[in-house]
Nanobody, 116 residues
C-alpha cells in the first residue's frame, strides 16, 4: 500500500505564491506518474498537473503558465510551485500517484485559500 503525505497549503493573497510537496512511501514499486488534482466546494475533482517518471508534464489550461510541477525521483516526491495565484485557485489539493501496472492512490488533501 502506498502512503502520500502532502504539505505546503495555506492562505495567500491574490498574486502570491505557494509550493506544495508530496512524499510517497510504503510499497511503491514502479511509479508511472505523480501529480496533483484539486476540488473546490460544490465542484468535481479536477486535474491540475501530472508528471511521469521520464519528466513529461501535463497541465490544466487554467493553470498552464502559472503552476510548475516537478519531481525528485530519488525521494519519491512531487512538488507543485504555484505562482500568480487567483481566488479561483482556492480548493483542496490532492496528491496523486499511479504505480505499475495501474494502481492509483490519493493523499489526504491540503487546503489552499487565495483571498485578500
Amino acid at each position: 500500500q502506498v502512503q502520500l503525505v502532502e504539505s505546503g497549503g495555506g492562505l495567500v493573497q491574490p498574486g502570491g505564491s505557494l509550493r506544495l510537496s508530496c512524499a510517497a512511501s510504503g510499497r511503491i514499486g514502479v511509479i508511472n506518474a505523480m501529480g496533483w488534482y484539486r476540488q473546490a466546494p460544490g465542484k468535481e475533482r479536477e486535474l491540475v498537473a501530472t508528471i511521469t517518471t521520464g519528466g513529461s508534464t501535463n497541465y490544466a489550461d487554467s493553470v498552464n503558465g502559472r503552476f510548475t510541477i516537478s519531481r525528485d525521483n530519488a525521494k519519491n516526491t512531487v512538488y507543485l510551485q504555484m505562482d500568480s495565484l487567483k481566488p479561483e485557485d482556492t480548493a483542496v489539493y490532492y496528491c496523486w500517484i499511479n504505480v505499475w501496472p495501474a494502481t492509483q492512490s490519493w493523499g489526504q488533501g491540503t487546503q489552499v485559500t487565495v483571498s485578500s
